[in-house]
């Protein structure tokens, strides 16, 4: 398959980028967590928090596959786009589809803020045990088809935190070790 090349990888710590966005893969409560959720919210401060309170107050948290956004606070990128992944319970549940539309929904959110690039985590592959081949076709796949359709999008950055993930998007980017 060939991929735009708006779509970039990295290895590396997704609170350092300086972007436009940086995608969390939230818990639905929005409070922060553990994992990339807790990293961003630690690293980004107060401001970051505050806005999920009120994103509560308005809507009652953030539900699977959908995304909220909130400022960047202290972060290098602007604003944060929260989303929350689907946990595996085997695949009969609808998570692929659930996973698809958390890309699909940041993307979408992202557009709406004028946003040009943005970084996305490896989504449910920790402590929601998606499995981590398949949640990469998933997001490189739905990210590719967005970009196909939508130009204001100039870079895609999926970033990985640990070899594996790495490894499993260079393989399926086509530009393997």
């Given at each position: 398959m060939n991929f735009t090349s708006?779509?970039?990888?990295?290895?590396?710590d997704i609170t350092k980028?300086?972007?436009?966005?940086i995608v969390n893969a939230a818990n639905s409560s929005l409070l922060g967590g553990g994992g990339v959720d807790g990293a961003i919210h630690r690293a980004g401060g107060s401001q970051i928090l505050d806005d999920c309170r009120k994103i509560i107050a308005r809507q009652g948290g953030c539900k699977t596959g959908e995304a909220v956004i909130t400022t960047g606070g202290k972060l290098p990128a602007?604003?944060?786009?929260?989303?929350?992944?689907?946990?595996?319970?085997?695949?009969?549940?609808?998570e692929d589809q659930l996973l698809a539309n958390c890309?699909?929904?940041?993307?979408?959110?992202?557009v709406e803020?004028?946003?040009e690039s943005i970084a996305f985590?490896?989504?449910?592959?920790?402590?929601?045990?998606?499995?981590?081949?398949?949640?990469?076709e998933i997001a490189v796949k739905t990210v590719d088809d967005f970009l196909k359709t939508n130009q204001?999008?100039?870079?895609?950055?999926?970033?990985?935190f640990d070899d594996e993930?790495?490894?499993?998007?260079?393989d399926l980017l086509g530009n393997g070790s």
């Open positions: 708006r779509i970039q990888l990295q290895q590396g980028l300086k972007v436009d966005a602007k604003y944060v786009i929260h989303t929350v992944g689907p946990v595996w319970n085997g695949g009969n549940k609808n890309y699909i929904n940041s993307l979408k959110l992202a803020y004028n946003v985590p490896n989504i449910s592959t920790g402590i929601y045990h998606f499995p981590k081949d398949r949640a990469a204001q999008i100039k870079q895609v950055i999926f970033i990985c993930n790495l490894q499993l998007y260079k």
